[in-house]
């Protein structure tokens, strides 16, 4: 198992060492920095002194069994739970308790677990009504979605209630992206797809992030998917981080995936 520092990050990690999936350089800047972050429901702490960093260019896999504190932690970094304690550093400005409305703006976009759709209108129409709080969205940005997503520009004209799991998973994603986020947060998006839809997805979040320097913070139980995917992989236990490392090393750990990852 790697050697774990303050608030769990390696010496590694902490200096942003570590190859990019896309080969690319060891350092990238910060988009998204997480200080300490706490966060309880009443009695229940689900976050405890939770510190990591996501970078341009690269996929945070944030990792961990059920109820370590993963939804949580996203949750509050996009603003939807109040942290009791730490801070959010969103391209170098303090975002903590920002309203959801102020982070998209400021360039997060979060895609909450379970896909959510409005069933009744069509593949297009949900695109355009996650787009209203933009303002106007130039046709040239559906049609990017679309090119990123054929099997979705395929279906653009039906209603989304006939979308299968995956094409569900990618119409949000592709919602979010015309946010233009800097940094995207994904909650469990391969819950429940076949591996071959997953690796879709995987593979087409790995392109953007290598083609336009966006940063993912990838959620996942499925532990083995995402560090096959990520560059660095964070894992959470009790609302902690136990280990921040390279996703390669952390997939290699047989200790830890016993332990923490259940592959
Ligand atoms: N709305 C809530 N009210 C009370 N407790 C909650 C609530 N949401 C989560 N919790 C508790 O907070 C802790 C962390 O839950 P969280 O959903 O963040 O974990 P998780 O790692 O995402 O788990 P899973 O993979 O099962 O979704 C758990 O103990 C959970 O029971």
Request: aromatic residues 4%.
């Amino acid at each position: 198992m790697a050697e774990t520092g303050a608030h769990g990050s390696t010496a590694a990690s902490a200096a942003g060492v570590g190859l990019s999936k896309g080969g690319g350089t060891a350092t990238a800047p910060a988009v998204l920095e997480v200080e300490g972050l706490s966060a309880a429901y009443g009695p229940v702490r689900a976050l405890d002194g939770v510190t990591l960093r996501a970078e341009s260019g690269r996929i945070t896999a944030v990792l961990g069994a059920n109820g370590a504190g993963k939804t949580t932690l996203l949750r509050t970094i996009s603003g939807l739970v109040r942290p009791t304690a730490g801070r959010v550093v969103l391209n170098g400005e303090d975002v903590t308790r920002s309203p959801v409305e102020a982070m998209v703006t400021k360039g997060m976009s979060h895609v909450p677990e379970g896909r959510g759709v409005i069933a009744e209108l069509t593949v297009d129409e949900n695109l355009r009504v996650g787009s209203l709080f933009r303002g106007k969205v130039g046709q040239d940005e559906f049609d990017r979605v679309y090119d990123l997503f054929p099997r979705i520009a395929e279906r653009r004209g039906q209603t989304a209630h006939t979308l299968s799991g995956g094409e569900r998973q990618m119409l949000v994603i592709g919602r979010a992206l015309l946010a233009r986020p800097k940094v995207l947060l994904l909650d469990e998006p391969s819950l429940g797809l076949a591996p071959r839809i997953v690796a879709q997805i995987f593979a087409l979040l790995r392109k953007l992030v290598d083609t336009e320097g966006l940063s993912v913070l990838l959620v996942e139980q499925n532990a083995r998917s995402a560090l096959s995917v990520a560059d660095t992989g964070v894992v959470l236990n009790l609302g902690r981080v136990v280990v921040t490392d390279d996703a390669a090393r952390l997939a290699g750990d047989e200790d830890l995936r016993h332990a923490y990852l259940g592959f």
